[in-house]
Every structure is written in C-alpha cells, then in structure tokens.
C-alpha cells in the first residue's frame, strides 16, 4: 500500500471516530491506564484502573483506582461537582460548571492528544496533529484492529488501535520532558479499553453522590487531621 493510500486511510478512520463521538450524547468508559516513566537507568511503573460515565451537558462519574484499592473519584449531578480523594478521605463540593468542557479542560481550550473523551468533547484531531499513517492491522482481544500512527503537534508520538468503526481500543503516547535535576524523562502512556459505549441506557442514579462514611466535606483539601493522642 502506497504512502498516500495510507495517510488517506487513517484520516478517513480518524474522521469517522471524531465525528461519531462528537454526535453522542453520552459515553461509557472502562479501561487500564500503564504508566511508565524513564529517566537513565531509572524506571517507574504505575497500573490505574478507569472508570467513566459523560452525558451532556454537564453530567459525569469519573474514577481512577490505584492497586491499592483507592484513589480519586470526580462527580457532577448537575448541580454541584464532587471530588473524592481516597488517600485524604475527603470530598470537594463545588458549583456544577456547565458544560463537560469547563469540567474537563477548565481554561484549556483542548488537551494535547487524540482519544474518545477529547473527540466527545468536540475537539478536532486536525488541529492536533502533524501526520497521521496507518501503520498496519492486527488483532485486539480478539478484535480486528488498524494501527494509526501520529505525530502531534509539539512532537508527541501517538498510536491509536481503531476498529472499523473508527472506535479506539488502545492508545499510546510517548512523552518527552525536562526534568528540573537536568536530563530528559520519557514517559510512556498506554491505555486499553474494555469498554467504549456512545449512548448507553443509564440508570437514573448514574450521576448521584453521597459522601461515603468517614470522609470528610470540605471547601479545600488539606492534610488529614491525625488522631489525639491520648493522655498519660
């Protein structure tokens, strides 16, 4: 296959993928998330489970579980927005922005990478990248799959796994940044989805918190409060 061939069919699936994500009026995700980070002869390695639940205009259930069972968890019912930190025991209570894309990007306009949430959010992969190349086909999970390779603007390496439907069920990206000591870090980001729904049947209880017993509300995180010590 020619050079241009390629290019032409990894646009057309990233086309297909933005498109069909930006259309939906909710998504459900489940994936791991391997973060690698390399600096010399030193290496760190981080396994996080991904939960999500996005339904416009303002609604989601986010969560991040490390090995040890705990983590951080992001909620908006539409009307307040929830951030629950395990390690801290305690939750953020907020004013619901109104849209997933204050919730999300905040001040940032996009975020520098090509996955479902940034395509549900309506962000463009054109704008973002600087070449795109179908690098080839192989199974997933049992899943027939097309390689899109990327580079993005400011030089970040990305590859995409897409099916036909130009649904992603891998995502790879290869960072480079200056650490503070001196040298170069690289980081290597690489996330597989279980699970990739445009429009599921949710409950009505989606998107409903309680604050779980033993946590605390407050209006800015701070180090947890330790035990009294008991007298003698």
């Known amino acids: 296959m020619t050079a241009g061939r390629c290019q032409q069919d990894a646009a057309a699936l990233l086309d297909k993928m933005t498109k069909g994500f930006a259309a939906a009026n909710a998504l459900r995700l489940r994936s791991s998330i391997v973060v690698e980070q390399q600096m010399g002869d030193a290496r760190a390695k981080q396994t996080v489970q991904h939960e999500a639940i996005f339904q416009r205009p303002n609604l989601l259930r986010v969560r991040w579980i490390e090995d040890s ?4 968890m992001v909620i908006c019912d539409g009307r307040h927005l929830f951030t629950q930190v395990d390690a801290l025991q305690q939750v953020k209570k907020e004013p619901a ?3 997933l894309q204050q919730i999300v990007r905040g001040e940032r306009p996009s975020s520098p990478v090509v996955d479902p949430l940034s395509c549900f959010l309506g962000e463009g992969w054109r704008e973002k990248v600087e070449s795109a190349k179908g690098a080839g086909t192989e199974k997933l999970r049992g899943r027939q799959v097309t390689k899109v390779a990327l580079t993005l603007k400011g030089g970040t390496q990305q590859t995409l796994w897409l099916d036909a439907d130009g649904r992603p069920w891998r995502t790879q990206r290869t960072l480079k940044r200056s650490h503070p000591g001196g040298g170069t870090m690289t980081v290597t980001v690489d996330e597989t989805f279980q699970e990739v ?5 949710l409950p009505k209880t989606a998107f409903r918190y309680t ?3 033993g946590y605390r509300q407050v209006s800015e995180f701070g180090a947890p409060k330790s ?3 008991s007298s003698r």
């Open 211 to 213: 604050v779980p017993k």
């Open 227 to 229: 035990a009294p010590k």
């Open 97 to 99: 922005p109104k849209s």
């Open 197 to 201: 729904t445009l429009n599921p049947q």
């Open 69 to 72: 069972g705990k983590g951080l």
